[in-house]
C-alpha cells in the first residue's frame, strides 16, 4: 500500500518558533521577541496562514473525492426529468411534432416523439380461441372502471388463441400508429425488467389486420410488449384499406394478435389499452440545434432546404449557419420558413447554401431570445460562467463558440465531465448543472474561449419536482391545441435530482461488495432470481452428491440450480426458453472453467389421512381443521428438498383447538427418490418440493 502523506505536520506554535529561530540566525540584533513587538505580530500572522494552508493542503476537496468516484467507475449522475404518459382525446385526426408542450399548472411536459393522433380509439376487444369468443371488454369499460381486467389469450393460453381489436371506423393506410398496452403478468410477485443481457421472448404474436382479401400482416410492426409481458407500445403501420366485417357477432374494422407459437409463464393481463397514448418528459427546451448532414439537404437552384419536425422549429425563432470548411460554421444569409398546414411541419429554405457540407439549425423559444448569448470568452485560462440557472439539463446542452481563428466563423464545443484528457486543442467544456456553471480548460488542458458563446442547446427540467400525480396535466402549451382534452394517465416517475456525493459513494460501496463473478451459491441463486424478464419464485443451488442420486451423468464440475418459475407446471413447455435466459443471465457471472446446469423443479404430492377424537362436531369442522393442516404445511415445507417430520405434524394437530387427541396419522407420498425412515419422516428429493393433495379427516367424538 503506498503511504498517505501527512502535510498539515506543523503547529501553530512550531511554525512560530522556527521563524524566531531563522530571525535569530539572519538578523542578531533582534532581541524583543514579546508579543507587542510589530515584527513579532507579523511572524504570528504568517505563522496563521501557513498553518491554515496547510491544514486545507492536507484535506481531499469534493472535485477530488468525484475523481476518485470516476476512477472506481461510478460517475454521478446528473438531474433526470420525469416521465409520464398522457391521454389525448384529440376528437379528428391529426398530428403532433416532437417536443410539443403541455402543462400542468405552470410545469411544462414535452412529448417524447412524434404522433399521429386518431379520431377514435379501440372500440372493444375479443378473445377468440378454437372459433369461438370466449371473452371480450370494451375499451371504455376499462378507462372507467379500473378493475377490469382482460386476459388476452385467456386463463391458460394456447398456440392459435387470436386477440381482435375492432374499431369503428378504418385506420388510415400508410400510416405510423402504435397501441399503449399495460399489462399483468406475474400476479403477486413482479416481472423482473429487461436488462443488458439477450433475452428471448416465451411466444411469438403475429399481428395482422382484416382487408378484402382477407387477415395480412401489418408492416413495420414494433412490439415494445415483448409479447404482452410489459407495459409499452406496439408500432405498426397498415399497408393497404381495411375492410368492414362482422367477427363474433361485432361488425367493424379489425386487428389482431395471434398466438403463433410458444408458452406463457404466466397468463399476461391487459390493465389498459388505448391508442392515442404519448410518452411525455418533464422538461422545457429553450433552445434546440440540429446537423443536417449533406445526404440530409436538398438543393432547389442557391438554396438549400431542410424539413423540420418538432414544435419549437415551426413556433420558435430559427438561426441557420453552414459549414463551409471542416468545423467552422457561418450565420446563413437569408432563411424562409414554409409550414405545411397538412402535416404540421415546416420546410426551411436556406439561401446561399447551396455548396455547404453541412447545415446546422437552432430553434429558439421566442421568450428566450435575450438568453442566446451566455457570455464572452476572454481569452483567459480556468473561464467561469454562471448561468444563473439552476434546472439547466447536463444532456442534452450544446454551445456554439466564436471561431477566434475564422473571422464570423463558429464552431461547436462537446461537453465532457472534466478536462483530465482534454489536450491544449480540444473544444471542450464542462456543465456543473448542480450550480449552473459553465467552465472552460485552462490552455493545456482544454481550449480557451476567445469571442461569443451561444446557447445551442439548452433543456431545462424541475428533476424530483416532475414526479406528478395522475390528472395533473390538462392543458398544451400553444394555443392552436387548446380545446384539445388532454390528461396524464399515470405519476410521474423517474424525476430525480443530481446525485450527491454521499450517493456516489454508497453506490461505489454497493458495487465493492456486489462480486463481479458468481462464487458462493448464494451470489448464483441471487442472479438468478434476478434473471431478466423472468418470474422465478424460487432458485436453489445443489450439491454434486444430491444431483448424482437422481441425474446418473451429471458433471461433477458443474454448478447444479434448480428453478421454479411463478405458478409453474410440469411439462408447460417454458423449460427450454427459461434455460436459455437464466444461462443467458449468468454468463457474464461465471467464472472461466465453470459449466452450468439447469434443473426444473419436480413436485411431490404428499397426501394426509388423520383420524382425531374431538370434543364437538361442528357442520365446519372438518374443513377448519384441514384449512388449518393445509397452512401449516405450506409454511414448514416450503422450499426444495424439505422432511416431513412426523412427530412434528403429529404434534401440531394434537394442540389444535377441538381436537383431544390423534387416533392415527398417515402421510403418504409418491416418487422414486421420497424416503421414509423408521420414524415415519418423509424425505423429499432435493430438486423436488412437496405439494400437498388429500387431506382426509376422520373425527370422532370423545370427551
Known amino acids: 500500500m503506498l503511504p498517505?502523506?501527512?502535510?498539515?505536520?506543523?503547529?501553530?506554535?512550531?511554525?512560530?518558533?522556527?521563524?524566531?529561530?531563522?530571525?535569530?540566525?539572519?538578523?542578531?540584533?533582534?532581541?524583543?521577541?514579546?508579543?507587542?513587538?510589530?515584527?513579532?505580530?507579523?511572524?504570528?500572522?504568517?505563522?496563521?496562514?501557513i498553518e491554515s494552508q496547510q491544514y486545507y493542503l492536507d484535506q481531499i476537496g469534493d472535485?477530488?473525492?468525484?475523481?476518485?468516484?470516476?476512477?472506481?467507475?461510478?460517475?454521478?449522475?446528473?438531474?433526470?426529468?420525469?416521465?409520464?404518459?398522457?391521454?389525448?382525446?384529440?376528437?379528428?385526426?391529426?398530428?403532433?411534432?416532437?417536443?410539443?408542450?403541455?402543462?400542468?399548472?405552470?410545469?411544462?411536459?414535452?412529448?417524447?416523439?412524434?404522433?399521429?393522433?386518431?379520431?377514435?380509439?379501440?372500440?372493444?376487444?375479443?378473445?377468440?380461441?378454437?372459433?369461438?369468443?370466449?371473452?371480450?371488454?370494451?375499451?371504455?369499460?376499462?378507462?372507467?372502471?379500473?378493475?377490469?381486467?382482460?386476459?388476452?389469450?385467456?386463463?391458460?393460453?394456447?398456440?392459435?388463441?387470436?386477440?381482435?381489436?375492432?374499431?369503428?371506423?378504418?385506420?388510415?393506410?400508410?400510416?405510423?400508429?402504435?397501441?399503449?398496452?399495460?399489462?399483468?403478468?406475474?400476479?403477486?410477485?413482479?416481472?423482473?425488467?429487461?436488462?443488458?443481457?439477450?433475452?428471448?421472448?416465451?411466444?411469438?404474436?403475429?399481428?395482422?389486420?382484416?382487408?378484402?382479401?382477407?387477415?395480412?400482416?401489418?408492416?413495420?410492426?414494433?412490439?415494445?410488449?415483448?409479447?404482452?409481458?410489459?407495459?409499452?407500445?406496439?408500432?405498426?403501420?397498415?399497408?393497404?384499406?381495411?375492410?368492414?366485417?362482422?367477427?363474433?357477432?361485432?361488425?367493424?374494422?379489425?386487428?389482431?394478435?395471434?398466438?403463433?407459437?410458444?408458452?406463457?409463464?404466466?397468463?399476461?393481463?391487459?390493465?389498459?389499452?388505448?391508442?392515442?397514448?404519448?410518452?411525455?418528459?418533464?422538461?422545457?427546451?429553450?433552445?434546440?440545434?440540429?446537423?443536417?448532414?449533406?445526404?440530409?439537404?436538398?438543393?432547389?437552384?442557391?438554396?438549400?432546404?431542410?424539413?423540420?419536425?418538432?414544435?419549437?422549429?415551426?413556433?420558435?425563432?430559427?438561426?441557420?449557419?453552414?459549414?463551409?470548411?471542416?468545423?467552422?460554421?457561418?450565420?446563413?444569409?437569408?432563411?424562409?420558413?414554409?409550414?405545411?398546414?397538412?402535416?404540421g411541419t415546416v420546410r426551411i429554405r436556406i439561401r446561399g447554401g447551396r455548396d455547404a457540407k453541412k447545415v446546422l439549425l437552432i430553434h429558439r423559444m421566442l421568450s428566450e431570445k435575450h438568453n442566446r448569448l451566455l457570455g464572452v470568452g476572454n481569452g483567459f485560462p480556468n473561464q467561469r460562467i454562471d448561468l444563473e440557472d439552476l434546472t439547466v439539463l447536463e444532456s442534452p446542452f450544446a454551445l456554439l463558440i466564436e471561431d477566434e481563428t475564422h473571422k464570423g466563423g463558429y464552431c461547436l464545443w462537446e461537453?465532457?465531465?472534466?478536462?483530465?484528457?482534454?489536450?491544449?486543442?480540444?473544444?471542450?467544456?464542462?456543465?456543473?448543472?448542480?450550480?449552473?456553471?459553465?467552465?472552460?480548460?485552462?490552455?493545456?488542458?482544454?481550449?480557451?474561449?476567445?469571442?461569443?458563446?451561444?446557447?445551442?442547446?439548452?433543456?431545462?427540467?424541475?428533476?424530483?419536482?416532475?414526479?406528478?400525480?395522475?390528472?395533473?396535466?390538462?392543458?398544451?402549451?400553444?394555443?392552436?391545441?387548446?380545446?384539445?382534452?388532454?390528461?396524464?394517465?399515470?405519476?410521474?416517475?423517474?424525476?430525480?435530482?443530481?446525485?450527491?456525493?454521499?450517493?456516489?459513494f454508497l453506490e461505489a460501496r454497493g458495487r465493492i461488495s456486489e462480486p463481479l463473478v458468481a462464487v458462493t451459491a448464494k451470489d448464483y441463486e441471487k442472479k438468478v432470481l434476478a434473471a431478466p424478464g423472468l418470474v422465478i419464485a424460487d432458485c436453489k443451488v445443489l450439491g454434486f452428491e444430491e444431483v448424482s442420486a437422481f441425474y446418473r451423468h451429471a458433471d461433477k464440475n458443474a454448478v447444479h440450480l434448480v428453478v421454479e418459475p411463478y405458478d409453474y407446471r410440469e411439462g408447460s413447455g417454458i423449460e427450454e426458453n427459461y434455460r436459455i435466459n437464466i444461462l443467458n443471465a449468468l454468463e457474464p457471472y461465471r467464472m472461466i472453467g465453470n459449466e452450468l446446469a439447469v434443473y426444473f423443479a419436480e413436485y411431490v404430492e404428499v397426501n394426509l389421512f388423520v383420524e382425531l377424537v374431538t370434543a364437538v362436531n361442528f357442520w365446519d369442522i372438518k374443513e377448519r381443521i384441514e384449512a388449518e393442516v393445509r397452512s401449516f404445511f405450506g409454511k414448514e415445507q416450503a422450499g426444495f428438498g424439505a422432511q416431513i417430520v412426523y412427530s412434528k405434524l403429529y404434534g401440531y394437530l394434537e394442540q389444535l383447538n377441538d381436537v383431544l387427541g390423534v387416533r392415527s396419522l398417515s402421510i403418504q407420498a409418491g416418487g422414486a427418490h421420497t424416503v421414509r425412515n423408521r420414524q415415519g419422516d418423509l424425505t423429499i428429493p432435493p430438486h423436488a418440493k412437496a405439494k400437498l393433495g388429500k387431506v382426509e379427516i376422520i373425527l370422532e367424538i370423545g370427551s
Open 4 to 49: 498517505i502523506p501527512n502535510l498539515d505536520d506543523q503547529t501553530y506554535d512550531e511554525l512560530l518558533n522556527e521563524a524566531k529561530n531563522v530571525v535569530t540566525s539572519y538578523y542578531p540584533q533582534w532581541t524583543n521577541f514579546n508579543e507587542h513587538d510589530p515584527g513579532i505580530t507579523l511572524l504570528e500572522l504568517f505563522a496563521m496562514l
Open 63 to 343: 472535485w477530488n473525492k468525484g475523481k476518485y468516484l470516476k476512477l472506481m467507475g461510478v460517475v454521478r449522475a446528473s438531474k433526470r426529468p420525469a416521465e409520464v404518459f398522457v391521454h389525448i382525446e384529440s376528437g379528428q385526426d391529426m398530428s403532433l411534432l416532437l417536443g410539443h408542450k403541455l402543462l400542468a399548472g405552470d410545469l411544462c411536459f414535452e412529448t417524447a416523439g412524434e404522433k399521429y393522433l386518431l379520431g377514435q380509439d379501440i372500440a372493444s376487444i375479443l378473445t377468440i380461441e378454437d372459433g369461438q369468443g370466449i371473452d371480450s371488454v370494451q375499451v371504455g369499460q376499462m378507462d372507467t372502471m379500473k378493475a377490469v381486467r382482460f386476459l388476452p389469450f385467456g386463463i391458460r393460453p394456447k398456440a392459435g388463441t387470436q386477440t381482435l381489436f375492432r374499431f369503428d371506423n378504418p385506420l388510415p393506410a400508410g400510416q405510423k400508429l402504435d397501441i399503449y398496452i399495460a399489462v399483468d403478468t406475474a400476479g403477486e410477485m413482479e416481472r423482473n425488467p429487461l436488462g443488458k443481457t439477450p433475452f428471448v421472448p416465451p411466444v411469438t404474436v403475429v399481428w395482422q389486420y382484416l382487408s378484402a382479401d382477407g387477415w395480412e400482416e401489418l408492416s413495420d410492426v414494433d412490439d415494445g410488449t415483448t409479447g404482452f409481458l410489459f407495459d409499452g407500445f406496439v408500432s405498426f403501420v397498415v399497408p393497404h384499406e381495411m375492410a368492414k366485417s362482422d367477427r363474433a357477432g361485432r361488425d367493424g374494422y379489425f386487428l389482431r394478435a395471434v398466438l403463433k407459437d410458444g408458452c406463457y409463464d404466466v397468463p399476461p393481463v391487459i390493465t389498459r389499452i388505448n391508442m392515442n397514448i404519448l410518452r411525455c418528459l418533464q422538461q422545457e427546451t429553450a433552445a434546440e440545434c440540429r446537423v443536417y448532414e449533406a445526404d440530409e439537404l436538398q438543393k432547389d437552384g442557391e438554396e438549400v432546404c431542410v424539413c423540420g419536425r418538432t414544435e419549437l422549429s415551426v413556433y420558435g425563432e430559427t438561426e441557420a449557419y453552414l459549414l463551409r470548411d471542416a468545423e467552422t460554421f457561418y450565420p446563413a444569409e437569408e432563411i424562409r420558413k414554409e409550414i405545411d398546414e397538412e402535416t
Open 415 to 504: 461537453r465532457k465531465w472534466d478536462f483530465a484528457s482534454s489536450s491544449p486543442e480540444d473544444r471542450h467544456f464542462v456543465l456543473r448543472s448542480d450550480v449552473g456553471e459553465l467552465q472552460f480548460g485552462d490552455g493545456k488542458n482544454g481550449r480557451v474561449p476567445e469571442g461569443r458563446i451561444i446557447a445551442a442547446h439548452y433543456v431545462r427540467t424541475m428533476g424530483s419536482g416532475g414526479n406528478i400525480r395522475k390528472g395533473r396535466i390538462n392543458r398544451f402549451f400553444v394555443p392552436d391545441f387548446a380545446s384539445v382534452p388532454v390528461t396524464n394517465i399515470t405519476e410521474g416517475t423517474g424525476g430525480s435530482d443530481e446525485e450527491t456525493l454521499y450517493d456516489g
